[in-house]
């Protein structure tokens, strides 16, 4: 059967002479699936996004075998090989594939980018395109198509310019199709992008309209607007003046600080010394003192595998290191160097050296001899994944420590590495740290020589988990061999193992599957915090326009003001301490030296002015102790009281008070008449009532009272404790003549006892602890009476 065309569910596909085309016929005919578009081609394939042409045709290989309709006998597999052809065919043409990857577009008939993006053919009105509707001529400016051939999707976005893998350089410009400003920007933007583009940086134009997800992601508030992203971070270009120089020098401020060193005479051996960090050194000779924007891109390329150097040879102290690699001052020199940094392995020297051929030169030469394999992305540079079981790729791993003494080790592998006589794509040299990736040893530890002087495995990696592996049996700890000849045996046996192993028809002996390795350059905590505020701190230097920083520095000055202001005071009034405890007028006790202050507790004068505030209208369940005393006693009697009360000082429950018996003997009176419930006029002894102590609430109005012969104060006869019962169960108070003058009987004058006035509080600590658990008796009135001020 000839090869021709035939659509099958509305896709062009080639029929073969074989019954391929039979099977995807039927399968569609049968199942009456469509397969057209595809969601996500690099997933079918099980590849990535940076796959190169012959990666995915070896992953097509592979799966095509698996899921042939012919060894699978049911539907599932044919619909999975239509899948895998279809992806195939889009991933393999370049077109297509660069159309898919920026607008998510997989049908090949599909006019869907010319429709969504192109307006440059558009005649709403069949209109002449210089004339409006209205007669007027006009200039349509076409630069704005350079914007739509530019355009991505958000899909592509996230995929593509914010992966991990993309160590490059992206300039996006946000737009829209109704964009004055972009229109006039059009033309500047075009030569931008012919200057920097040769130079390695990539441009891409998101439509603010159509993608407005990406457009707050980057945090552009406004079009047109020229975004820079590094590392997955955002900066925004903020310069009213819009040139190539002036991005030029936007970028050149962005990228990482000291990402190349500046190389002198002194400095030469640290830096070509300094691989033990598994990166390979490189200087760069030029005779100027600011190194150019493509070799910085460079290095800010490849920066987690190659260490840059700037060498300026207009300076004396870089004679030394040119004489040294005989270096010619008039052409710009790239010198790359290895382990062995007497030598350099890879140079060119041209007067303006291409970015293509820098990325060459340095992509071909960018791992050591002997690199470590310190994380999962190393892993997959330097032993990658083969699919092709025929063509084996071999990774040979040397098991180590990172102590002095297994310098040796490493050192015996790099030599047999040089001398191996193999290519580095069938295979690779590399040494890994036990105790920096124990789950990887863990995972392959079958099989292996535990007792070996030198642990070497080699494995080769079907995919990204799923890997073969053996062991290469080596001299033991316990046997007596001399250095030089634990490296010939090592080397015989390990290249005769390599040999084996390479043919098509040996397998390797185990097989296991690993997680990805733990990357040992990953930032700590504490570094990532420092990189966030020096992110942070670059972000609002960029964002924070000038009268945003006035204002911010009024504030800062202000809050400045204020701190100054306030020293002064404490200073002035620390001064003024020390001058009046000079003079004798301040205590200066132990206490007050060791700034150990002593909480204050006041103690307010029932007055008539605070009377509503220290009774009437106290809130519930807040109480006010008054001290009753009078101009005699009130020196004496005022410090008794007020060291019963200190413990309750800090109850913010409680008022602390005294009252001068001569001022308050009206309202004294009065209150002791309500709570007896008569209307006869009481005369009180003033001097009886000295001593006594009120517990007022004046929310419920009712007040509990402390006298020094009053029944719940005197203690330990019978008889109180009879008198005390027959006051709970009686409403007048039996004790009114302590208060009153006259009604004393003999019996009770007789039984009494003198009192002095410095014993009058002397029970006042026990009444308080009965008051505060509620056992004190409690006199109710109806209303609280006015405190005169006569």
Request: with cysteine; hydrophobic share 40%.
């Amino acid at each position: 059967m000839d090869q021709f065309k035939k659509k099958v569910c509305g896709y062009k596909m080639p029929l073969l002479k074989n019954y391929f085309t039979v099977t995807i016929l039927v399968l569609c005919a049968t199942s009456k699936i469509c397969v057209c578009a595809l969601n996500d081609p690099y997933a079918i394939l099980g590849v990535n996004n940076f796959a190169t042409a012959q990666e995915i045709r070896k992953a097509y290989k592979q799966l095509a075998k698996e899921w042939h309709p012919d060894k699978i006998k049911n539907d599932g597999p044919g619909e999975k090989f239509i899948q895998i052809k279809l992806a195939y065919e889009l991933l393999s043409d370049t077109e297509r594939r660069r159309v898919f990857d920026r607008h998510g577009i997989s049908d090949e008939d599909s006019h869907y980018l010319q429709k969504k993006y192109d307006y440059s053919g558009y005649n709403r009105f069949a209109l002449d395109q210089n004339e409006d509707a209205f007669g007027n001529r006009f200039v349509i400016d076409q630069n704005i198509v350079l914007f739509h051939k530019l355009s991505v999707s958000a899909n592509y976005f996230e995929k593509t310019i914010l992966s991990n893998k993309a160590k490059k350089v992206h300039v996006v410009m946000f737009y829209n199709d109704w964009c004055f400003k972009c229109t006039q920007i059009a033309g500047t933007f075009k030569k931008i992008i012919d200057v920097l583009e040769p130079l390695g940086i990539n441009f891409a134009t998101v439509n603010a309209i159509h993608e407005e997800s990406v457009f707050r992601k980057t945090g552009a508030v406004e079009v047109p607007q020229l975004v820079l992203i590094l590392d997955s971070q955002f900066f925004l270009y903020r310069d009213h003046i819009f040139t190539p120089q002036k991005v030029v020098e936007f970028i050149r401020k962005k990228l990482p600080y000291k990402m190349v060193q500046r190389i002198e005479n002194g400095n030469l051996n640290d830096f070509l010394g300094g691989w033990i960090d598994n990166r390979v050194r490189a200087l760069i000779f030029e005779s100027r003192s600011l190194i150019r924007l493509r070799y910085l891109l460079t290095a800010f390329e490849f920066h987690d595998r190659v260490a840059f150097g700037f060498v300026n040879m207009n300076t004396g102290r870089s004679k030394d290191i040119i004489a040294r690699f005989k270096v010619n001052t008039s052409l710009d020199t790239l010198l790359i160097f290895n382990e062995v940094s007497t030598t350099y392995v890879a140079s060119i020297c041209m007067p303006d050296i291409s970015t293509k051929a820098l990325i060459d030169v340095v992509s071909t030469n960018q791992f050591l001899i002997l690199p470590r394999l310190s994380s999962q992305t190393i892993l997959e540079s330097v032993c990658p994944a083969e699919w092709n079981r025929p063509r084996k790729r071999l990774c040979v791993i040397l098991m180590t420590e990172n102590i002095p003494s297994h310098d040796f080790a490493r050192l015996a592998l790099r030599d047999i590495a040089l001398n191996s006589g193999y290519s580095s794509e069938r295979v690779r040299f590399a040494y890994m740290f036990k105790e920096r990736q124990p789950a990887f040893i863990k995972a392959i530890s079958k099989g292996s020589f535990e007792k070996s002087l030198l642990q070497i495995v080699i494995i080769w990696r079907l995919d990204d988990k799923h890997i073969k592996y053996e062991w290469v049996c080596v001299a033991q700890q316990n046997s007596n061999i001399v250095a030089e000849n634990l490296i010939n045996s090592t080397k015989n046996e390990l290249l005769y193992t390599v040999k084996r192993l390479l043919k098509s028809s040996e397998a390797l002996s185990y097989e296991a599957f690993v997680q990805k390795l733990f990357n040992e350059h990953s930032q700590g905590i504490l570094t990532k915090w420092i990189s966030r505020l020096l992110y942070l701190v670059d972000y609002l230097s960029d964002n924070i326009e000038d009268e945003h920083l006035l204002a911010a520095f009024s504030l800062l000055g202000t809050i400045g003001f204020m701190f100054a202001v306030g020293y002064l005071l404490i200073y002035f009034v620390r001064a003024e301490e020390e001058n009046l405890k000079a003079q004798g007028h301040l205590l200066n006790s132990p206490d007050i030296r060791r700034g150990n202050l002593i909480p204050e507790m006041k103690l307010y004068e029932l007055r008539a002015e605070k009377y509503n505030g220290m009774v009437r209208l106290l809130k519930p369940g807040c109480r006010t102790l008054l001290l009753i005393t009078d101009f005699q006693s009130r020196n004496k009697l005022i410090p008794y009281f007020h060291k019963a009360v200190w413990p309750y000082r800090k109850s913010k429950t409680l008022l602390f008070g005294h009252m001068a018996i001569e001022k308050g003997l009206p309202w004294f009176a009065e209150i002791l008449r309500l709570s007896l419930c008569t209307n006869r006029k009481l005369q009180v002894n003033p001097r009886n009532c000295v001593g006594t102590v009120l517990a007022l609430n004046g929310h419920r109005k009712y007040f509990c009272m402390y006298h020094a012969k009053h029944p719940e104060t005197v203690q330990g006869t019978k008889r109180i404790l009879k008198i005390t019962k027959i006051l709970s169960n009686t409403k007048e108070d039996p004790e009114i003549g302590t208060f009153l003058e006259g009604g004393y009987s003999e019996e009770s004058e007789a039984e009494s006892n003198i009192l002095m006035e410095d014993n009058l509080l002397n029970s006042l600590d026990n009444w308080l602890e009965r008051l505060f658990d509620g056992k004190t008796q409690k006199y109710y009135i109806n209303y609280w009476p006015d405190f005169t001020t006569k």
